[in-house]
């Protein structure tokens, strides 16, 4: 499939997909045209690179661990290296640690908006403007 299906199939755009193939995330044909063509098993593999992306795990993790990852919810580590797993220890504490951060900013900003509400003379009309707070 060309790099625009590929695109409309994961909503990724052709920008991040050519990104995807500078990083060796994924992989194409060039065909006599010079177009890109993919297989139909980039749409899984662009998925799952994009939900990898999304939990915070930079590019080059990514690349080392895609060989382990087969269709979508199956991980297959034969013979995992120590490697490997440090690798993945180290990226679930890096998360561990964001998920701290933002915990506190969240806090910080709650009690922020906490004070800024009892300052405010009229509270029904500023909720008319605020978009709702989000259930923890």
Same mark, same amino acid.
């Given at each position: 499939?060309?790099?625009? @299906?590929?695109?409309?199939?994961?909503?990724?755009?052709?920008?991040?997909?050519?990104?995807?193939?500078?990083?060796?995330?994924?992989?194409?044909?060039?065909?006599?045209?010079?177009?890109?063509?993919?297989? @139909?098993?980039?749409?899984?593999?662009?998925?799952?690179?994009?939900?990898?992306?999304?939990?915070?795990?930079?590019?080059?993790?990514?690349?080392?661990?895609?060989?382990?990852?087969?269709?979508?919810?199956?991980?297959?580590?034969?013979?995992?290296?120590?490697?490997?797993?440090?690798?993945?220890?180290?990226?679930?504490?890096?998360?561990?640690?964001?998920?701290?951060?933002?915990?506190?900013?969240?806090?910080?900003?709650?009690?922020?908006?906490? @004070?800024?509400?009892?300052?405010?003379?009229?509270?029904?009309?500023?909720?008319?403007?605020?978009?709702?707070?989000?259930?923890?």
């Amino acid at each position: 499939m060309r790099i625009g @299906e590929l695109s409309e199939r994961t909503g990724v755009s052709r920008r991040m997909l050519r990104y995807y193939e500078e990083q060796e995330l994924i992989a194409s044909r060039r065909c006599a045209n010079g177009y890109r063509d993919y297989p @139909e098993p980039c749409v899984d593999r662009v998925q799952q690179v994009r939900g990898l992306l999304d939990a915070g795990l930079p590019t080059q993790t990514i690349r080392r661990i895609l060989p382990c990852l087969g269709p979508p919810g199956r991980i297959d580590i034969p013979n995992p290296t120590p490697e490997t797993i440090a690798l993945l220890e180290l990226e679930c504490a890096r998360m561990a640690q964001r998920i701290d951060q933002l915990t506190r900013n969240r806090d910080a900003m709650t009690a922020y908006l906490a @004070e800024v509400r009892k300052a405010v003379p009229d509270l029904a009309e500023v909720r008319k403007t605020v978009p709702a707070e989000p259930a923890a």
